[in-house]
Nanobody, 120 residues
């Protein structure tokens, strides 16, 4: 079993910055892709950014130039640096990772979510 634990959410004023972290733990053999999603009240969960094991990244258009995803493979951790935050960025942010376990099936795990609130 693989667990993802997020941290770094909170309340910030518009124009401010936050850095989210997500650490994976458990019987991990390798992690392929890691990603951040978000879900605002009354809306569907949407992809924010994605990073492969080789470091290739993809950011949603609505965060390009403001958010940056990165990862530390040695720590099984993914980060999301969020700058120039807007009130519409308010949402619960979820971490996702998929890969192979030491013993058992491939995994596709989600974190519990961390709240980001941007005030105007």
């Amino acid at each position: 079993q693989v667990q993802l634990v997020e941290s770094g959410g909170g309340l910030v004023q518009a124009g401010g910055s936050l850095r989210l972290s997500c650490a994976a733990s458990g019987s991990i053999f390798s992690i392929n892709a890691m990603a951040w999603y978000r879900q605002a009240p009354g809306k569907q969960r949407e992809l924010v950014a994605h990073i492969t094991s080789g470091g290739y990244t993809n950011h949603a258009d609505f965060v390009k130039g403001r958010f940056t995803i990165s990862r530390d493979n040695a720590k099984n951790t993914v980060y999301l640096q969020m700058n120039s935050l807007k009130p519409e960025d308010t949402a619960v942010y979820y971490c996702n990772a998929n890969g192979r376990m030491i013993i058992g099936p491939d995994f596709n795990s989600w974190g519990q979510g961390t709240q980001v609130t941007v005030s105007s």
